[in-house]
């Protein structure tokens, strides 16, 4: 399995390899068609990310010692937003997302071709991300 460092700088590359942000928006969509489907009993409250504009679900299993993120939204472009992160940080462990750095974001670009409330749900997910694996850490301890 990738480090997260490694899957971060390949997202990177592949934006990079589109010349404007409607095909940085195409990608995204495509990505997420391809994420994990999450299992309807958790499309609920428990499991919607608070802070986003359109709903954006969550779900979290420790399969061994690595995170495994499930998850789906009602918005096509929330939808790739979230798999984008899923893909940097499931399966891995949970010490390695906590610690994760989220500079990549930056470097493709992507919060400063959000609308206001799209970035705020930008972070409301990476913090719930993170939360799951800060669960799931003290639970290893």
């Not at 986003?52 to 979290?60: E, G, L, M």
């Not at 206001?116 to 850490?137: C, D, E, F, H």
Request: charged share 30%.
């Amino acid at each position: 399995m990738a480090q997260i460092k490694e899957i971060q700088e390949e997202i990177v590359d592949e934006f990079a390899m589109f010349d404007d942000w409607m095909q940085r928006y195409e990608y995204m969509i495509d990505l997420g068609k391809s994420l994990p489907v999450i299992k309807e009993e958790y499309k609920d409250d428990d499991h919607i990310i608070k802070g986003c504009q359109s709903k954006v679900w969550v779900h979290a299993d420790l399969d061994q010692d690595k995170v495994i993120f499930t998850a789906d939204s009602d918005a096509i472009i929330t939808k790739g937003i979230i798999a984008i992160l899923i893909r940097a940080w499931s399966g891995q462990k949970p010490a390695d997302i906590i610690e994760a750095d989220t500079g990549f974001i930056d470097e493709i670009g992507l919060k400063e071709h959000l609308s206001p409330t799209r970035a705020n749900g930008l972070v409301s997910m990476i913090k719930q991300l993170k939360m799951y694996a800060l669960a799931y850490q003290s639970q290893l301890n």
